[in-house]
């Protein structure tokens, strides 16, 4: 799907001779793809492509590999999650057991799973479970099911806003260190900021 968007010639890469050395290699990096998967299996990465592609309502392969991947290097560290309910599992143990979960619905609705349906089949199972209305299952009790939504809608949200060509349909400059901001009134703009051009 083509993005519309009111910067068409804008591409925050061109600035990033302004950036720190660490700056310029992190966001680099977004651009560069894994050859595979830590954690996901091909078929989980499938359906982790046609779950985040509709919730950011783009399928272009490159902002799309960039999400899977980088839920796929949530789920491999060993950095801690923060709080989380009794009931609901670790973060890993939670995103793959909801991967299943969804296939299984998928199959028992369709018959057959989920990244082969159809966008509007794939979009009714979304709202659904957005909206806690499935028949709730063993494990896949409403609580666990409202994590693994929220969840995976945070680590999509978050890889998706973070990619280089995100930043330039939205008009983002990247990051403002060192160079810092000078015209800081309502309304104007550093040179460097991108202008609507539509």
């Known amino acids: 799907m083509r993005k519309m968007t009111k910067y068409p010639s804008f591409d925050v890469m061109a600035e990033r001779e302004h950036w720190d050395l660490h700056t310029q290699s992190i966001v680099s990096d977004r651009l560069v793809r894994q050859s595979q998967h830590q954690v996901l299996s091909l ?3 499938e359906l982790l492509r046609s779950w985040c592609s509709r919730l950011v309502d783009d399928d272009r ?3 799309i590999n960039y999400v899977i991947e980088h ?5 491999s560290s060993s950095t801690g999650e923060g709080q989380r309910k009794p009931e609901v599992p670790r973060q890993r143990e939670l995103i793959l057991r909801g991967l299943q979960a969804v296939d299984k619905i998928a199959e ?3 018959g057959q799973p989920f990244h082969h349906l159809s966008a509007l089949e794939q979009r009714e199972i979304m709202k659904n479970i957005a909206e806690s209305k ?3 299952t063993g494990e896949w009790t409403m609580t ?3 994590e693994w939504f929220s969840k995976l809608l945070k680590l999509t949200v978050e890889a998706y806003y973070s990619h280089p060509t995100v930043w330039s349909e939205i008009g983002y400059a990247g990051p403002a260190y060192p160079r810092g901001y000078i015209r800081t009134d309502r309304g104007q703009l550093d040179p ?3 202008k609507p051009e539509l």
């Open 134 to 136: 499935l028949p709730l």
């Open 108 to 110: 028992g609705f369709h």
């Open 192 to 194: 460097w900021e991108a």
């Open 61 to 63: 392969a490159e902002m």
């Open 71 to 75: 839920i796929d290097t949530t789920l």
């Open 43 to 45: 078929e989980e990465a």
């Open 144 to 146: 666990v099911q409202n």
